[in-house]
């Protein structure tokens, strides 16, 4: 048995943060439970979605058998009742994999950007859900990404993670993750890539839900091995044909079964104005909103 089914959501609603675009600094109003100023908790609101996302999750078919998600606090607290509820009704517990490959997006600058918490401090505050064995294929880069390398890098991790579940005969899994790497992902999946990036294709509202199913079952794929840091990530060719097998996309940014609906949306042409912003003189440089 292959894959058959991959469901996408992104995390909760958050607290937020601040960045200097011109020295780097990041600060943040209320302190994060990691002590990394880009890594906040979600916000009360995040924390009631996290729990209508785990009623939806929890009565999905085919059910989930495999869970991963970004290395950042706010992605875990957002998979945790889900986790909570699903090892309730199982005989053995599935465990949290940490893959940095479907991680935040840094744009490219001239400063290291954050990187997320190490797994022995993400144990101290979600025990005994993580696999501790799991390691993810790619790490982005410190200082950041052009939104090309972006697309390729949740590509290649994209591959891995389904290369894997292939041959442990996982029939679904749930990704956990962030606003540009869910449109990257969609995008991945599908094959389909538009001409213009900022396109709005892909919903990714705070606790939306994506559902992709399998076209082919990646038959002649080769097997490739984690990249080292600093490695470029190479482009697997999944520009018009979609990884492995390809995915129809049947379920894109799904809010519904939220109290308040779709929040918080994103696209590309937003980063694209932050981009502009951050090559402006100092004093005209305005905070994102």
């Known amino acids: 048995m292959v894959l058959k089914t991959i469901y996408i959501v992104r995390h909760g609603f958050r607290s937020n943060w601040v960045v200097n675009p011109q020295t780097g600094a990041y600060s943040h109003t209320f302190p994060t439970p990691t002590g990394i100023p880009s890594d906040p908790s979600l916000a009360s609101h995040g924390v009631e979605q996290s729990h209508d996302l785990a009623t939806h999750l929890t009565s999905l078919t085919p059910p989930i058998q495999a869970i991963y998600s970004s290395p950042f606090y706010r ?15 199982l005989p053995n517990p599935l465990k949290v994999r940490v893959d940095p490959g479907i991680g935040e997006f840094y744009g490219l600058a001239r400063f290291d950007h954050p990187i997320p918490a190490s797994l022995p401090v993400l144990n101290t505050h979600f025990p005994d859900i993580l696999d501790q064995s799991y390691e993810g294929r790619v790490r982005p880069s410190v200082n950041g990404e052009s939104i090309t390398t972006l697309h390729d890098r949740v590509a290649y991790a994209l591959d891995g993670i389904v290369e894997r579940l292939d041959a442990e005969g996982v029939e679904a899994a749930v990704l956990c993750t962030h606003a540009a790497v869910m449109i990257c992902a969609g995008r991945a999946l599908t094959g389909r890539m538009p001409i213009e990036e900022g396109e709005e294709d892909f919903r990714c509202g705070t606790c939306s839900f994506s559902r992709f199913e399998r076209r082919g079952d990646g038959e002649g794929e080769v097997s490739r091995g984690a990249l080292r840091d600093g490695e470029e990530v190479p482009d697997l060719g999944w520009r018009g044909k979609g990884i ?3 995915w129809d996309c049947t379920v894109n940014g799904d809010c519904s079964f939220l109290k308040e609906g779709e929040e918080r949306t994103w696209n590309f042409a937003m980063e694209e104005t932050l981009v502009a912003k951050q090559m402006a003189p100092p004093e005209v440089v305005q905070p994102a909103a």
Not at 78 to 84: A, F
């Open 75 to 89: 992605c875990l607290q957002t998979l945790n009742p889900t986790v909570k509820s699903l090892n309730s009704t």
């Open 244 to 246: 492995r097998g390809g």
